[in-house]
């Protein structure tokens, strides 16, 4: 009996040790492959800013021909293979001297972006959440086709809707200016119909308790649904900036004045002579995105986690 007893012990050792080994091993497997797709994303942004440390010389060397024309503007077959570098033969700052000191255009560019960028996303979010309230808090056959309205706009591709922009902008007298991009921009549905379905899952007993308590639309709307969508509305914030910062359709259809073009129009006409400067203008252009995103991640992940109620 002590025996049988015995054996089963050392089977169920056995089965558990099994158990721990296929568990250990499917964890560095899965490791393992995260790694290996974590080094394969960020090896174009570590590529960037490395080789934006390169002579002219070296990058040229190493990349020119991917970048060469022939003389009626189309590309070079390229016969020989391209050296990716991830460590330049010696560090250089002179394209960072010449981004920067200079040559004033890049950095005109680059407030451009910002110029652009920002009024578009703080008052893109500010119409949304007014909206996304009223279309939360009243109920009606017009509320639901004007959200349906949203829903297919936000469906369609900006390329759709260039034309019309371009066509109303040019009757309002405002192509060639800020506000033919500014105002579609504002505008847009996407961060309005995002921010309607999260103000959807706030509990109808939380605003109920509050009109008891004597609270009118201004204090529900304060008070209740912007702080219960406070990880929402980052997490839009974050999307619509990194949206509007990599524009390039709408600033060359719209603005024909290059003083006044982004810096995101720069990186994708790049041109033979300027291939050392493109990275290390990508290098600075890369930097408000990682930065609004590393300030912004605890609201980007509570904006997709939320679903609504108040946290313990």
Not at 204 to 227: N, S
Request: net charge positive.
């Amino acid at each position: 009996m002590d025996v049988s007893l015995k054996n089963w012990h050392k089977t169920i050792k056995k089965r558990a040790a099994r158990r721990r080994n296929i568990g250990l091993a499917k964890i560095m497997l899965a490791t393992t492959v995260a790694v290996f797709f974590a080094v394969l994303f960020l090896m174009p942004t570590f590529l960037t800013i490395t080789n934006s440390f390169m002579k002219a010389s070296e990058i040229s060397a190493n990349y020119g021909q991917v970048f060469q024309t022939t003389d009626t503007g189309g590309k070079v077959f390229i016969s020989e293979k391209v050296n990716l570098k991830f460590i330049p033969d010696m560090v250089s700052f002179s394209q960072y001297n010449t981004v920067l000191l200079k040559s004033p255009d890049y950095l005109m560019k680059f407030w451009n972006s910002v110029i652009l960028v920002v009024p578009i996303v703080v008052f893109q979010l500010a119409l949304a959440t007014l909206a996304a309230y009223g279309f939360t808090r009243y109920q009606g056959r017009i509320k639901e086709i004007i959200f349906f309205s949203y829903i297919i706009l936000m469906l369609m591709p900006y390329q759709v809707t260039l034309v019309p922009n371009f066509l109303v902008s040019d009757w309002l007298n405002l192509l060639d200016t800020r506000w033919a991009i500014w105002l579609p921009g504002i505008v847009s549905p996407f961060a309005v119909f995002l921010l309607t379905k999260y103000m959807r899952k706030i509990p109808a007993a939380y605003m109920e308790a509050a009109q008891i308590d004597g609270a009118g639309e201004l204090q529900l709307f304060m008070k209740i649904a912007l702080p219960l969508c406070k990880g929402a509305i980052g997490s839009v914030a974050i999307l619509v900036f990194i949206d509007y910062w990599n524009m390039v359709e709408q600033p060359l259809i719209l603005i024909s004045d290059s003083m006044y073009h982004p810096l995101s129009v720069f990186l994708s006409r790049i041109k033979d002579a300027e291939i050392g400067l493109a990275f290390a203008v990508a290098t600075i252009y890369m930097v408000p995105p990682i930065l609004v995103f590393l300030y912004g991640e605890d609201y980007l992940v509570e904006g997709i986690t939320y679903q609504g109620g108040i946290k313990g």
